[in-house]
C-alpha cells in the first residue's frame, strides 16, 4: 500500500515549456486535490476533485489544468510555465468530501527558468 | 470563509524544554482543525486532529493540542523538546464538506542542542 505518490520528485522547466505532473492513490479515495507550497504561505490549493469525473478551481488555478482520469489519477498540467510557477506541488487524497483526513504525497519540486 | 493564522514564522527551543506553536482560526461554521509536520524534503505527516470530540487532543510524537472556541486558538505543545523535533508546521484548519483545507503559513521550530 503506497498511499499517494508522485511523480516526478524534480523537474526543471524553461519558461513557456509545458509538462504533466502525475498522481496516484491506492487507497479507493473519491476526492483528490493538487496543492502548490511558497515559502511563507503555506499550501494553496490549486485544482481538486471530489469525486471521479469532475474538476473544480482551487484558490489558485491560474495557469494550470487538471485531468481526473481515473478513479486513481489526477494530474496537473502547466502548459506554458513560468517562473512564478517555481513551487513545490503536493498532491492529496482523501476518501470522500466529508472525511477530515486527507493524505499527502511526498512532493515534486519544479523550477522554472 | 475561513482561514488560519500562525502567530510565529520560527520559534527556537532548547532541547528538553516546553515546545509552544501558536495557532488561531477563523472559519464561519464549526471547523476541524488539524496540525501537519513537514521535515526537510519530505511530505506533510499528520500529527493530529480536533474534529468536534474532546477539546484536548493528542497526537503522535508527544504533541497535543487544546481547542478553544473562546479564542479561535488551537496551539500545539509538547512538554519536552528532542533534537527530531525540529522541522516545518503546519496549522489548517477545514469545514466539514468545504472544497480544501486552509493553510497557515508554517512555523519553522529549531531545537538547539
Known amino acids: 500500500n503506497a498511499g499517494v505518490t508522485q511523480t516526478p520528485k524534480f523537474q526543471v522547466l524553461k519558461t513557456g515549456q509545458s509538462m504533466t505532473l502525475q498522481c496516484a492513490q491506492d487507497?479507493?479515495?473519491?476526492?483528490m486535490y493538487w496543492y502548490r507550497q511558497d515559502p511563507g504561505m503555506g499550501l494553496r490549493l490549486i485544482y481538486y476533485?471530489?469525486?471521479?469525473?469532475?474538476?473544480d478551481k482551487g484558490e489558485v488555478p491560474n495557469g494550470y489544468n487538471v485531468s481526473r482520469l481515473n478513479k486513481r489519477e489526477f494530474s496537473l498540467r502547466l502548459e506554458s510555465a513560468a517562473p512564478s510557477q517555481t513551487s513545490v506541488y503536493f498532491c492529496?487524497?482523501?476518501?470522500?468530501?466529508?472525511?477530515?483526513?486527507?493524505?499527502f504525497g511526498p512532493g515534486t519540486r519544479l523550477l522554472v527558468l | 470563509a475561513q482561514s488560519v493564522t500562525q502567530l510565529d514564522s520560527h520559534v527556537s527551543v532548547s532541547e528538553g524544554t516546553p515546545v509552544l506553536l501558536r495557532c488561531n482560526y477563523s472559519?464561519?461554521?464549526?471547523?476541524?482543525l488539524f496540525w501537519y509536520v513537514q521535515h526537510p524534503n519530505k511530505g506533510l505527516q499528520l500529527l493530529l486532529k480536533?474534529?468536534?470530540?474532546?477539546?484536548l487532543v493528542k497526537g503522535i510524537n508527544g504533541f497535543e493540542a487544546e481547542f478553544k472556541k473562546s479564542e479561535t486558538s488551537f496551539h500545539l505543545t509538547k512538554p519536552s523538546a528532542h533534537m527530531s523535533d525540529a522541522a516545518e508546521y503546519f496549522c489548517?484548519?477545514?469545514?466539514?464538506?468545504?472544497?480544501?483545507?486552509?493553510f497557515g503559513a508554517g512555523t519553522r521550530l529549531t531545537v538547539k542542542p
Open positions: 489548517v484548519v477545514w469545514s466539514k464538506g468545504g472544497n480544501d483545507m486552509r
Open positions: 476533485s471530489a469525486s471521479e469525473g469532475t474538476t
Open positions: 480536533y474534529t468536534s470530540a474532546a477539546t
Open positions: 492529496a487524497s482523501r476518501s470522500g468530501p466529508r472525511v477530515e483526513t486527507q493524505y
Open positions: 472559519s464561519s461554521y464549526s471547523p476541524s
Open positions: 487507497m479507493n479515495h473519491n476526492s
